[in-house]
T-cell receptor
Framework: NAGVTQTPKFRILKIGQSMTLQCTQDMNHNYMYWYRQDPGMGLKLIYYSVGAGITDKGEVPNGYNVSRSTTEDFPLRLELAAPSQTSVYFC????WGSGTEAFFGQGTRLTVV | AQTVTQSQPEMSVQEAETVTLSCTYDTSESDYYLFWYKQPPSRQMILVIRQEAYKQQNATENRFSVNFQKAAKSFSLKISDSQLGDAAMYFCAYRSASWRAQKLVFGQGTRLTINP
């Protein structure tokens, strides 16, 4: 059972570079989320999606973009990377239904230098 | 917008004793879900327990139970008979029951240390 798969697990970017964090889930979940977690802190919501073709901003969307062309995939794009984007990024998914939990990927540790 | 607050950045407890982690939230909705997640050093997010707001009965999962006070917007986690494997960051989370607004909002976390 793959669940939620994130790639890459680690990445070092130079300031101004761009990259895409990949996230795919095989549970046919409606909802998908992107979070960032700074050291010793909680998870802050970047973007989320309630289904293919629908995305909404979370708490900290600046500097990021997302798309949801399929149910399975929810890539996160970083344009013009900045040191403030150094963080651990988590993708999660959940099914619409009473109290269903969110399943998380293993995270991507991104360092911008 | 919904917010979740965990006022205890760190807690510690002796092995086999009981500890309670606090969580408060702010919302104008009447229907929602609340969760406690555990994050060990491996970074994996693990669901500990969930509570539906429409249920008055507090959820229980083995050694883990909650005290859900809807009017006070409080959702605390009690861990009984603490074990070394319980050491982790614990996050409280809120999710609306509205179809379009099902973003999952987390608190800042509480780091729990278990002393042998």
């Amino acid at each position: 059972n793959a669940g939620v798969t994130q790639t890459p697990k680690f990445r070092i970017l130079k300031i101004g570079q761009s990259m895409t964090l990949q996230c795919t889930q095989d549970m046919n979940h409606n909802y998908m989320y992107w979070y960032r977690q700074d050291p010793g802190m909680g998870l802050k919501l970047i973007y989320y999606s309630v289904g293919a073709g629908i995305t909404d901003k979370g708490e900290v969307p600046n500097g990021y973009n997302v798309s949801r062309s399929t149910t399975e995939d929810f890539p996160l794009r970083l344009e013009l990377a900045a040191p403030s984007q150094t963080s651990v990024y988590f993708c999660a998914s959940s099914y619409w239904g009473s109290g269903t939990e969110a399943f998380f990927g293993q995270g991507t540790r991104l360092t911008v230098v | 917008a919904q917010t979740v607050t965990q006022s205890q950045p760190e807690m510690s407890v002796q092995e086999a004793e009981t500890v309670t982690l606090s969580c408060t939230y702010d919302t104008s909705e009447s229907d929602y879900y609340l969760f406690w997640y555990k994050q060990p050093p491996s970074r994996q997010m693990i669901l500990v327990i969930r509570q539906e707001a429409y249920k008055q009965q507090n959820a229980t999962e083995n050694r883990f139970s909650v005290n859900f006070q809807k009017a006070a917007k409080s959702f605390s986690l009690k861990i009984s008979d603490s074990q070394l494997g319980d050491a982790a960051m614990y996050f409280c989370a809120y999710r609306s029951a509205s179809w379009r607004a099902q973003k999952l909002v987390f608190g800042q976390g509480t780091r729990l240390t278990i002393n042998p």
